[in-house]
């Protein structure tokens, strides 16, 4: 997570002067900066830049729902559709350039997640080949216009979140096939193959892969957090017997490969199959449920520990300094130890911190993009 006083000097001098006086108090108050979609109360779709306290300091309108903001360290921003969209948007944080949309190809959609690389030169966006039911990446160059490249395979179906680590993309394989003519119905649940992948982002090569144990096939692998010292944390959402409690939380780390965090059966329960978001910050993880209306938070190495928190339509998780941040799909916004407090957006699943590498491993090593060799 960035702080307020990086934020700014990112952002340059012009954009603060171009402020206005309630955005730029709340920005010379905020402890943290975010970024994500939103809905206004009369149905209009967007993206915003805002500060912890939910006060916005820029926002763009979108021609759709958007999914997830991703940012680049040369101070960009990037908004996904949700799947089976076909635009995604750049903009300035700081709100001093027009915004530049771009599509997926005719026969691609996203998928509603990105990652830049450790340069912000090229931009790695999950992206659904549904006439032949496979993942890609596809593959835009942030230094031209967001001019598609090429793109990779995911060695899977239904690729959904994505990150850098080290030189690898790492993707959730979802193992849904969908179909926009079919709108956002699952076409295969009986035959799902979820995995989590690794692939070396200079050319598509398959460097790992992962499953859960075979009884967890229809735990669909959707998002992913990351922490330096502790590995990357997987969230899922079951799409077999709702009657059944499946655990929806893993771990992968290079000595175990993937396992499963075990959760206390009535915190699992209260997630409902569904995690929206996942969050980590230090020795702490938390996840959210919009459907079963919680947020729960616990310690790492003793997950038992998980305290539940009651909070409607939540979904946005966001790490901050003493804890998390979240927003609900409602309009509100709850910071650590504190109520929920009212915003004038409704947010959409995903709370983003604005930092240059916040889905790259501080300590994996720094990646040069360079002209990725494609591999289809």
Known sequence: MIDRRSFVKAAGAAFAASLTPRAGEALERADAVFGSAF????GQFGAAVLTET????TRVRLPARGHEV???PSGHAVV???RPGTFAMA???NGMTRPTVFSSPPDRHFYGHGTFSADGKLLYATENDFDHARGVIGIYDATDGFRRLCEFSTHGTGPHDILLFGRALVVANGGLETHPDYGRTKLNV?????SLVFIDSRDGTLMAQYTLADDLSKVSIRHMGQDAQHGLFIAGQHEGDPARLVP???RWNADSGLTTIPLAADATARLKGYIGSIAVNGSRLAVSSPIGGVMLQFPIDDPKRVRIIEYEKVCGLSATGSGFAATSMAGTMRLPRSAEQETLLRWDNHLSAVSPHSKSS???GRQRSGQPRSRQ
Do not use: N
Not at 39 to 42: E, I, L, W, Y
Not at 190 to 194: D, L, R, V, Y
């Open 39 to 42: 809905k206004t109360k009369d």
């Open 248 to 250: 929806l939380v893993a």
């Open 362 to 364: 501080p300590s994996s």
């Open 54 to 57: 939910g006060t916005v300091i």
């Open 70 to 72: 991703v940012f680049s």
């Open 80 to 82: 996904f559709a949700r």
């Open 190 to 194: 009986a035959t799902m193959q979820p």
């Open 91 to 93: 903009f300035a944080t």
